[in-house]
């Protein structure tokens, strides 16, 4: 039986990354995505084609009323696409960047950080855990900056490593069925994350190319192969980790 992974925020970056090379080992893909519907679609098309099976959901991560009606979608797309209402791996990808000094945070761009990037986790995972199998995978994206500081993303940063300790909390009240939960924590990445900032501001590029042992910024496909190995019964010893894809930044 093939493998189902949900990749939340898949419709780019890393996500999309993710997806293409959990194809490409022979999985099948559930996607979602908050707006970008054009995108999404043309990811599954683009799976596909590759002779897996794909399907894209909306769902806003941040918004944790809906859920319970993302659940019955994603139960109902299962049962139409696999003949099952299970799946086998959540990847928790969805989120965004919000730069500010603390002095300078506001507390809607504090709680939008909050809501999405742990509430969301949470209560998202908590949601969809009857459907997810026993023996099933979780990754929670992290980031590279709960272990170096860059000026401000203290907020940011914060909320991720609240993921981060949830990780090592869920690998061990998930244990007994079997479920291997994991935090993977990517350097400076150039994708459309806040939009595009690593990628298309040179003083950002430079500044972590700078701070890296390998001595450039990363690109998705450092980082979504990692995740597809990650998800493979070669990994099916590895629960509770911090897990770090970024070339060596800041040692």
Known sequence: MNTISLITGASRGLGRNA????ARKGGDVVITY???VSDALALVDELTAMGRKAVALQLDVGDTATFPAFGASLRAALTKTWGRETFDHLVNNAGHGDVAPITETTEAQFDRLV???FKGVFFLTQA????LVDGGRIINLSTGLTRISAPGWSAYAAVKGAVEVLSVYMARELGGRGITVNAVAPGAIETDFFGG???D???FNQFFAGITALGRVGVADDVGPMIASLLSTDNRWVT???????GGQGI
């Open 115 to 117: 809501d999405v990037h």
């Open 19 to 22: 997806a293409l090379h959990i």
């Open 240 to 246: 509770g980790q911090r897990i770090e894809v970024s």
């Open 201 to 203: 501001t040179p003083e």
């Open 128 to 131: 969809l855990l009857p459907l």
């Open 197 to 199: 900032a690593v990628r």
């Open 34 to 36: 908050q707006s970008r």
